[in-house]
């Protein structure tokens, strides 16, 4: 399994348009081979980015997504926010998951 982690810095008078936008996200990614679920993480201290975590079974279901059209019609909604909504590029990481804890 692998976590992939946008941070995305948003300029805190802009953070209730942004979670509002993942509320009601258009959800293809949902149906997507491969993946497992997404969390959307709001910062507690200013300045520290939103996180955007997404659980795959892999890197090839994960690549697959980023190549797909429903990535493209997902991500095309992203213009509903203006540039000054965000403080700075988004920083994306990968990871392996190579333990997990009890729930």
Not at 45 to 61: C, H, K, Q, S
């Amino acid at each position: 399994m692998i976590t992939v982690m946008n941070r995305i810095f948003v300029n805190p008078e802009f953070a209730d348009q942004f979670e509002e936008r993942f509320r009601n996200r258009a959800g293809m990614v949902d149906s997507m081979p491969g993946f497992i679920r997404n969390e959307v993480l709001r910062p507690t201290r200013e300045g520290d980015p939103f996180i955007v975590l997404t659980y795959w079974d892999n890197m090839g279901a994960f690549k697959a997504w980023t190549e797909s059209d429903a990535f493209k019609q997902g991500h095309a909604r992203s213009g509903s926010l203006p540039r000054e909504a965000f403080s700075g590029p988004n920083v994306l990481e990968v990871h392996e998951v190579v333990g997990q804890g009890e729930q």
